[in-house]
Every structure is written in structure tokens, then in C-alpha cells.
């Protein structure tokens, strides 16, 4: 009975798992180990695209609005060596307990514009893709990423 118990739950497990939908407001995006960003859209007035950068001068999360990276239209940014910790907190607080260690979502694989087609996997852009899909809008998400 035990065995069936197990069984059963692991196949639940993996039913849940890849059953996820197409995320269709994910509009473009790279997630290759070169490049991790993505460009989501609410609505065609509400977009933002993020970029994560692992290391360099300014290393961290950068949210501007609109579906290009222009330091003039910066709502965000959220720098992993702050020594606030921010993006930290916002890590280990709020994401982790809420999503898990990460994770993929499927996206459109004629949006990429990098080598890995078909699915964001970078733990840190699920995470903040995830908040994205929790949120009805860019000012709805920048409140739950505690970036207001």
C-alpha cells in the first residue's frame, strides 16, 4: 500500500510539474549563461523587461519600463552586493519560501534571443518571473518585489 501511495504522489508530482501552461506574456528573453533577461507584458501599455547580472560593476536585478533596457526608464534596481542586502532578503525571505529552489517556465521559443529555446531556468530570473505571473500589473509587481 505504501508503494502505491509513493507511486502515486510521484506521478501527481510530475503531472503538476509539466503541466504548466505557455507563458504567453514572456514577449522576449534570453536564458543561455551569457545572457538572462526578459521582457513581460500585462498589457500592450504595461511592459517591463528585467535583466539579472551575476557579476560585474553593477551586479543585481534591473527592472525598466517598457520592452527595452534604457537607464532612462529605470524603475528598479536591486544590486547583489547593496549592503542592505536587498535582493538577499528578497531571495531568502520571499522567494524561496513562496516558489521552492527555482525552477523552469515555459516561454515561446520564437521570443528567444539566445542559444536555449523554450524555457526560462536562471533561478534568479524564475523567481522574478514567477512574482510577474502572482501580479496584475508592473505597479502590482514592484510593490510584491518590495521595489516601491
Not at 510521484?10 to 534570453?30: C, D, P, Q
Not at 516561454?107 to 522574478?128: A, C, W
Request: hydrophobic share 40%.
Amino acid at each position: 500500500m505504501k508503494k502505491i501511495f509513493k507511486i502515486t504522489l510521484i506521478l501527481l508530482f510530475l503531472n503538476i510539474s509539466y503541466s504548466h501552461a505557455l507563458e504567453k506574456r514572456v514577449t522576449g528573453y534570453a536564458d543561455d549563461g551569457v545572457e538572462a533577461w526578459f521582457t513581460f507584458a500585462y498589457s500592450s501599455s504595461d511592459v517591463f523587461s528585467l535583466s539579472f547580472a551575476g557579476s560585474g560593476d553593477a551586479a543585481g536585478v534591473w527592472i525598466t519600463k517598457g520592452d527595452l533596457l534604457d537607464p532612462n526608464n529605470t524603475l528598479c534596481l536591486l544590486l547583489k552586493d547593496d549592503p542592505n542586502r536587498k535582493l538577499h532578503n528578497l531571495i531568502k525571505t520571499k522567494f524561496m519560501t513562496k516558489y521552492g529552489f527555482g525552477g523552469t517556465i515555459k516561454v515561446d521559443p520564437n521570443n528567444t534571443m539566445s542559444i536555449v529555446k523554450g524555457e526560462i531556468s536562471n533561478t534568479v530570473l524564475y523567481y522574478f518571473l514567477r512574482a510577474a505571473q502572482d501580479s496584475k500589473s508592473t505597479n502590482e509587481y514592484l510593490q510584491n518585489i518590495n521595489c516601491n
